[in-house]
């Protein structure tokens, strides 16, 4: 399935430029020109990525990103006519993944967007070839076709292995990635949560391990199905 991008632009050319190179690169792409039916999109749809213009002509772009990341973590690209650090810096800490400045190239992009989608794990990143797809929208991890049953930390933890097949990710930097307050959990901490997921894997198929223990260092997921 390839990735769904909805684009929230209300300049018709800048809209039209961006879904044409979209669907170039093999994205979906869906256009709103305001932030109204944003919210209600990404409820009734799973969405793999908002690129989010913040001069919209209903609401700033900012705050909508706030009312997203109440219900959803859907990553979201800004793009604006305003370059100030002050703004990459605000827009960022609300919870923006990226910041396009206009004008733009719409290759550089689509770059982003694919380079976002892999640090998410999203679908259309090759995640597939391992046997899991993740679904950034509805928070849900599938295994060999399988849903997985997994709390708020497990799915973190999948998730990360599963954006990086084959990179090997220490205990510290899995604990900043998956823990909210890294600082009050323990290296065996992780060690037990990989445990617990291994399980629920081996549940779908017994015969195949697909979390890779580096000894000393940490964790990576299997190249290989």
């Not at 370059?83 to 827009?91: K, N």
């Not at 990226?98 to 550089?108: L, Q, T």
């Not at 982003?112 to 999203?122: E, F, K, M, N, Q």
């Not at 081996?202 to 000894?215: G, L, M, N, Q, S």
Request: with cysteine; hydrophobic share 40%.
């Amino acid at each position: 399935m390839r990735p769904l991008i909805l684009v929230v632009e209300d300049e018709p050319a800048i809209a039209d430029t961006i879904q044409y190179a979209l669907e170039t690169e093999g994205f979906q792409a869906r256009c709103l020109s305001s932030g109204g039916g944003v919210l209600q999109q990404l409820a009734e749809e799973a969405v793999d990525l908002v690129v989010l213009d913040i001069g919209l002509p209903d609401v700033n772009g900012m705050e909508l990103c706030k009312e997203i990341r109440k219900e959803n973590d859907v990553p979201v690209i800004f793009l604006t006519a305003r370059s100030d650090e002050i703004d990459r810096v605000v827009g960022l800490e609300i919870g923006a993944d990226d910041y396009m400045v206009k004008p733009f190239s719409p290759r550089e992009l689509t770059a982003r967007i694919r380079a976002v989608l892999r640090r998410a794990g999203g679908r259309g990143t090759g995640a597939e070839n391992t046997g899991f797809s993740v679904d950034e929208s509805r928070r849900r991890i599938t295994y060999c076709g399988s849903p997985l049953d997994l709390s708020r930390t497990e799915y973190r933890l999948l998730q990360t292995l599963v954006g990086r097949p084959g990179h090997v990710f220490t205990r510290e930097r899995l604990m900043e990635l998956a823990w909210d307050e890294p600082d009050a959990s323990m290296d065996r901490t992780v060690d037990a949560h990989i445990k617990t997921i291994r399980a629920k894997l081996r549940a779908v198929r017994p015969e195949v391990d697909p979390i890779v223990t580096h000894r000393g260092v940490g964790y990576a997921l299997s190249e290989e199905t």
